[in-house]
């Protein structure tokens, strides 16, 4: 998390990183950034849920998905769920 965030200031991003999706949840809104980056395995809540709840406050910011496991079934269905990319 805090490695991609570097990574995205220093090509220019303007990057936050939270600790948890219901860190980022709490803190952010609808319209809040022009992307999410999110990792599919988290502890506490995945990012299967925190698309899901962020979707369901009205949000329609694209979102990638960090995955090791791209051809799971969790990631095809974040990928019907209108996610951008999975990486």
């Given at each position: 998390?805090v490695?991609?965030?570097?990574l995205?200031?220093?090509?220019?991003?303007?990057?936050?990183?939270?600790?948890?999706?219901?860190?980022?949840?709490?803190?952010?809104?609808?319209?809040?950034?022009?992307?999410?980056?999110?990792?599919?395995?988290?502890?506490?809540?995945?990012?299967?849920?925190?698309?899901?709840?962020?979707?369901?406050?009205?949000?329609?910011?694209?979102?990638?998905?960090?995955?090791?496991?791209?051809?799971?079934?969790?990631?095809?269905?974040?990928?019907?769920?209108?996610?951008?990319?999975l990486?």
């Amino acid at each position: 998390r805090v490695g991609i965030g570097r990574l995205l200031r220093f090509a220019g991003f303007d990057a936050r990183e939270y600790p948890s999706g219901a860190a980022f949840l709490a803190a952010c809104a609808p319209g809040d950034g022009a992307c999410l980056l999110v990792d599919a395995q988290m502890p506490g809540m995945d990012g299967d849920e925190v698309v899901r709840r962020w979707r369901a406050l009205g949000a329609r910011t694209p979102v990638i998905v960090v995955t090791a496991y791209p051809d799971s079934a969790p990631a095809r269905r974040l990928v019907d769920d209108g996610v951008f990319a999975l990486m």
